[in-house]
């Protein structure tokens, strides 16, 4: 199935060398967010709001102040005036507005005010001393309520100019696109459905709390350590939300205990160097696990409306979707790209999608894996497995018959270039699970999923040593195995072994500026930067092996890890290795490195097809995953354990969404789940083995073909399980999580 | 916050009875450390009672009952030869709470005296017809295991009084106990839903039982409609219907995070069926 004529080209992409970070980790000498500290100091603490939606009337942090062991407290006043702009210029001040209330809180847990103290446990008395009074507000946390025209306004002005006119101002960006006439389309078909599909909010759910060190003088210059997905945009962030100059804070990223997208913005950093910067002494603030949950960003809650026409022989003549997300009391819930993704994978004639952003009292949402995307195949593959189903027709051959492909005008406006979706669905329909016999009160579903993948500012440096190793910086966190595949990447082009080269994530004083490891980027944007660096580093190593022969630089090329002459009328030289030019480069130029900063535009789309059997209890609702077979395009797998692990994650983690992880509100608006006793993450034996099949064709856009695996994993899993579980009950589940006590309901519905 | 490890149960229970403010019992601490960390409870008094001999014992008396220490831990019951033998139904039950590390601390004591309405234990206890003994500044007392909790986070017990041994009745011919939980993982889970089936039958036909449910009313409840359904019944499939239906009958659940009124009603009864087989099964020595 792989296209794989290109492996043979590689020496070492491809293989599967032990991680470099592998023995830190598991010996626990690996240094996370929390696991740092600083002489002198302080341990921070933030009070939250334990109402969803109130006027600050008044903070009297007197007599925290008075505490003997408390050495600062901040509150909305200690940081920066930062004009309030509507929609997204205004991103800063969501931010700012986000990691400590101004005029209201927000939403259950929202931070109003923090204290530093000597002690971690003299903080957390400390704020109990910090007296608020709140004018409780009328509350709404649920998407389709806070669009309704009675709905409690969150922030006035808040919507940008996408918003057509006399909409609730909680609606705060609107997208609509798609192509030809879908009334026309819907008139060809033989069967039209027309569903609707609710999604609870789910958290990333990594295990590492969010965790920092800041310190921060009165001249204004700063360090920062902290677990975050992308220390440049947490330099850029506090810095702005300081009134500090950028490069006076120098940012240093922790190993990062997962963060799935959770982390590619700032909570606690801001409030510890304010805190700092009061004090004078570090500050070092941990969260707990329910602050995680309340105060850190879930994905979006989301409320769909799909309409699907298929002709008998399984072509969709039209379909269209109105796709309502909820992200929390700022703009930014992911409408525009559920919108995009939701039928992505098909080549249509007619379709139209229309996404809401909507504002309502909850934290702010953050990206979780291929943002939006999730929640839209859920709702589309399940009413494509439903014509399937009344048309009686296979679900892949209808997918295969509808499949993207190059050339294709994707529903959501440009052409594709190669991609790979039909090879997934061949995959798919060769694969044994799909043709393996089911057993009473089993059902099988299959779904297709698509994300984008991103390109980024990206900088990345290499230095040669004397001994013929090389340092490899990058600028993206490490957070699925990045620095083996950046490794191998950089062995391919030197032609030394994986194991000479170390990969060290740069802080931000070391190197020119990096995107956030987010959008499936690193292995695509950082890989393809390692590649041009070690090129640019050959380049060199080629001139000195020519000076050295007294030849053209241009007739030496490099091959092996050697420099040799380009061909017989460059002249006859013994090869060159690597280290024997580099035991010499001070005395023949000096050191030798190279460089590339760019923004690469490259990043393929990919596509992933899943299969999954699920049982299902009659008598109680239970579901059990009993066969999962993940099966995505790659472009080219660099490191393929760790695609499939990724792989692997997507699955894993759609296992829960789709199964039980929900944000519990109660009626007070407040968060009723904030434990993961409560918040139901799938445990080990939850789980089944994870099948992966690894498809490669190659990324037009990438010197190796590589596409990003990191988010398209966890796109097709709630449709899939949706699906299977759907077949396995005998009704069609439309809301998620497919929780025991919704599954026995809808049992029971249906007689 | 002051801390004592008394060396007997009237020093215990005397330090108990001058504490003033809050005052916990120190068993395994997996419900006094957790409620103390995330602020829930923050005891002024805490009494370790690991300190005080034979504590962790298991013993099987000469008339086949058991009495067991109060910190005797869920890794020793069922590391224990005999006792799940005897009570497969209590020690499963016990099994079933947290991961390996809590079950090498937590007690079925604690379990019971923390309150909680979906305790996993606790059923398995009322089902067996466990009683405790219960050691005051009056001195001792026997207590049947359903007579402990009377609300959420509430026992009978008054301020000096703690429990100070663990009694099994003996299991006899022809017996068998089953618990079931509902939790909507495979493990790791606070019960939605918890039932105890005990039983001793002559021949086929069940001729003692009781049936206990947990997570479904405010406290554990010992159901004598359910035993009533099925006593002189060969557990055949009109005898299974009724216990389920009066199972459900006898569920007076809350609406909550982890499950609602017609959930929890409908699995009492489907789980009342299926731990009343098991304990059938066992009590023909079949393997189940
Ligand atoms: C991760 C995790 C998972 C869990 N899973 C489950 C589960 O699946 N099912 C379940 O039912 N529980 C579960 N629990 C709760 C807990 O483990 C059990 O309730 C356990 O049995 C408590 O026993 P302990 O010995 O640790 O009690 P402790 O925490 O020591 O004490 C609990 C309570 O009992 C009182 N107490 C203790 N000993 C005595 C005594 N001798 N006399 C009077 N009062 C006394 C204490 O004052 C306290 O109020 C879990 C807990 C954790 C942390």
Partial sequence: ????????????????????????????????????????????????????????????????????????????????????????????????????????????????????????????????????????????????????????????????????????PNIVRYHESGHGDVEAGFAEADLVIEDSFVTEATHQGYIEPHACLGMLGNDGKGELWCTTQGHWIAQKTCAALLGIETSQLRVTASEI?????????????????????????????????????????????????????????????????????????????????????????YNLTNVSQIGYDVMANRPKQAAYRAPGAPMGAFAVESVIDELCKKLGLDPVDVRLKNAAHEGTKASYGPTYERIGLVETLEAAKAHPHYSAPLKPGQGRGISCGFWFNHGGETSVSLALSEDGSAQLMVGTPDIGGSRASMALMAAEVLGIPYENIRVTIADTATLGYNDVSHGSRVTYASGLATIKAAKHAVEKLCERAAASWGIPADAVKWENGCAIPSGPNAGDFDPRPLADITAHMGQTGGPISGHFEATPEGAGVSFGTHIVDAEVDPETGKTAITRYTVIQDAGKAIHPTYVEGQYQGGAAQGIGWALNEEYVYGDDGRLQNSIFLDYRIPVASDLPMIDTVIVEVPNPGHPFGVRGVGETGIVPPLAAIANAVSHAAGVRMKQLPMSPPRILAALKDNG | MDYHSPASFAEASALAANATGITRFLAGGTDVLVQLRSELVTPDTLIDIKKIDGVRDINCNANGSWTLGVAATGAEMS???????????????????????????????????????????????????????????????????????????????VQGELISAVHIPARGDNGGDAYLRFIPRTEMDIAVVGVGVNLRLDGDTVTEARVSLGAVAPTVLLVEDCAKSIIGSTLDDAALDTLAAAASAACNPIDDKRGTIAFRTEVAGVLAKRAAKIAYARAKGEQA
């Fill in chain 1, 257 to 345: 205990g997962g963060g799935f997208g959770g982390k590619t913005t700032v909570f606690i950093e801001p409030v510890a160097l304010a805190l700092s910067r009061k004090a004078n002494r570090p500050v070092k603030i941990v969260m707990t696990r329910s602050e995680v949950f309340r105060a850190t960003g879930p994905t979006s809650s989301a409320s769909m409306d799909i309409k699907i026409g298929m002709k008998k022989d399984g072509t969709i003549s039209a379909a269209q979707g109105v796709f309502r997300l909820q992200g929390g009391a700022f703009p930014g819930a992911p409408g525009d790209m559920t919108a995009m993704c939701a039928f992505a994978p």
């Fill in chain 2, 79 to 157: 590391e224990h030869p005999d006792l799940g033998r005897d009570w497969p139904g209590v020690v499963e039950a016990m099994d079933l709470i947290g991961s390996t590390q809590v079950q090498g601390r937590a007690t079925l004591t604690g379990n019971l005296c923390n309150g909680s309405p979906a305790a996993d234990s606790v059923p398995a206890m009322v089902a067996a017809g466990v009683t405790v003994t219960v050691t005051g500044p009056d001195g001792d007392r026997e207590v049947a295991v359903e007579d402990i909790p009377i609300g959420p986070g509430k026992t009978s017990l």
């Fill in chain 1, 1 to 168: 199935m792989a296209l794989d004529d290109r492996k043979t080209q590689f020496t070492f992409v491809g293989t599967r060398p032990d991680r470099p970070d592998g023995l830190d980790k598991v010996t626990g000498r690996a240094k996370f967010g929390a696991d740092i500290s600083a002489p002198g100091m302080l341990h921070g603490a933030i009070l939250r709001s334990p109402h969803a939606h109130a006027r600050i009337v008044k903070i009297d942090t007197s007599k925290a102040e008075a505490h003997k062991d408390v050495k600062a407290v901040v509150t909305r006043a200690d940081f920066a005036e930062l004009p309030f702009q509507p929609g997204l210029e205004g991103e800063f001040w969501n931010v700012l507005e986000n990691v400590m209330a101004g005029e209201k809180a927000l939403y259950d847990g929202h931070a109003v005010a923090a204290v530093a103290a000597t002690s971690a446990l003299a903080a957390r008395d400390a704020l109990k001393l910090i007296e608020v009074e709140y004018e409780v507000l009328p509350h709404v946390t649920d998407v389709d309520k806070a669009m309704a025209p009675d709905a409690p306004v969150i922030r006035e002005g808040a919507a940008d100019y996408s918003v057509p006119e006399g909409m609730h």
